[in-house]
Structures are given as structure tokens and as C-alpha cells.
């Protein structure tokens, strides 16, 4: 992606990101819903194959793009955007 932006261009990226362990029941009964459990199911193991925080962040810093950072959304969504979209 990074190799075809034109310079001054923007990238958004976002996905979930890997609570920590003991949070994600938490996170299976409130956004999965308690009624069907192949959605708990298919919720947990997306959940648990996305990346962490921190390898979101490894990520951030290898891929180098000035302009840009890590911005939380509440609470399960992380995303790399261009920095007039990131909180001051």
C-alpha cells in the first residue's frame, strides 16, 4: 500500500485488536450477543487472531509513515490514520 501513495496522499488502516485474555468474555457477551453460539464462536476466534495492541504497534513503527498514528476507537477498533484524524 504504502509504495503506490503518492506523496502527501493519506492511508486509513483499521481492524479489531486482541484484548487481553481474561477481558475477551467481556468483550463475547457484550458485542456477540449471548443467543447463537456459533456467533460467540466466530467473535472469539476473530478476536483471538487478530493482533495485539503491541504488534499493532510494532507494525506502526516499521511501516514508517510520517504523518500518521495509532488511534483507538473505543473499544474494540484500532486503526493507523493521518494525523489531523488522531486525538491531540
Known sequence: MISILRPGGAIF???IFRPSEWIIPVYIFVF????DIRIRKQYRESLMAS???NEWKILFKKIKLEGSCIKYHFPSHISIS???DCYH
Open 13 to 15: 488502516i483499521q481492524d
Open 32 to 35: 456477540a450477543g449471548v443467543k
Open 51 to 53: 493482533l495485539s495492541v
Open 82 to 84: 493521518k494525523k489531523d
